[in-house]
């Protein structure tokens, strides 16, 4: 059974850094891209970022400059890297898996889910 488990999440300041992680357990997914969506309340859910096996990525433009994704696949692992941040930030962020190689930055590119984490940027 597949399973991705994202931490890190909880309350920062504007302006301030924060790291999520995902750890996907169940098989491997070296060979797969793996991305961060996030959801605020009231919103839909919306691409953050995504990271190829080879480490080749894609950013939201809103992110642009501010997150960083990287992954290490010994550990079977995602971060996100989240630098300055803003209070339109705060939203659940989701870790996102697919069975591809490719990039994708839509949710339905996406075969399977994390939880969410909580991410709360005061102002």
């Known amino acids: 059974q597949v399973q991705l488990a994202e931490s890190g999440g909880g309350l920062v300041q504007a302006g301030g850094s924060h790291r999520l992680s995902c750890a996907a357990s169940?098989?491997?997914?070296?060979?797969?891209?793996m991305g961060w969506f996030r959801q605020a309340p009231g919103k839909e859910r919306e691409f953050v970022a995504a990271?190829?096996?080879?480490?080749?990525?894609a950013y939201a433009d809103s992110v642009k400059g501010r997150f960083a994704i990287s992954r290490d696949n010994a550990k079977n692992t995602v971060y996100l890297q989240m630098n300055t941040l803003k209070p339109e930030d705060t939203a659940v962020y989701y870790c996102?898996?697919?069975?591809?190689?490719?990039?994708?930055?839509?949710?339905?590119?996406?075969?399977?889910w994390g939880q969410g984490t909580q991410v709360t940027v005061s102002s």
């Open positions: 996102a898996a697919r069975g591809r190689t490719l990039l994708g930055t839509r949710p339905s590119d996406f075969d399977y």
């Open positions: 990271i190829r096996w080879s480490g080749g990525s």
């Open positions: 169940g098989r491997t997914f070296s060979n797969n891209a």
